[in-house]
Nanobody
Framework: QVQFVESGGGLVQPGGSLRLSCTSS???????MAWFRQVPGKEREFIAL???????NYADFVKGRFTVSRDNAKRTVDLQMNNLKLEDTAVYYC????????WGQGTQVTVSS
């Protein structure tokens, strides 16, 4: 059973940056990976996807601000978030993009002045 541990969240002011990291308990070499986020009372939403070869795709509301990357050897998927906005406040999760594994605990990102 693949498990993911997300880290790197915190409190940041609008316009600030954070780098989130997701570590997998198993190899992810052949897996399309994605980041998602969820606000209480709302459905979890897709943010970014990265294929095993490094091709990426982003939700429109993060294009130009967020960058997803992966290190298959370390079994990690990172999310660099720049120019953060108040509406980016959420719990952030990683998971498979094509197949959904068990969800981790996520990491809280709070954007506030």
């Amino acid at each position: 059973q693949v498990q993911f541990v997300e880290s790197g969240g915190g409190l940041v002011q609008p316009g600030g940056s954070l780098r989130l990291s997701c570590t997998s308990s198993s190899i992810i070499n052949g897996i399309n990976m994605a980041w998602f986020r969820q606000v209480p009372g709302k459905e979890r939403e897709f943010i970014a996807l990265i294929t095993p070869s490094g091709n990426t795709n982003y939700a429109d509301f993060v294009k130009g601000r967020f960058t997803v990357s992966r290190d298959n050897a370390k079994r990690t998927v990172d999310l660099q978030m720049n120019n953060l906005k108040l509406e980016d406040t959420a719990v952030y999760y990683c998971n498979g993009a094509t197949y959904t594994f068990s969800w981790g605990q996520g990491t809280q990102v709070t954007v506030s002045s």
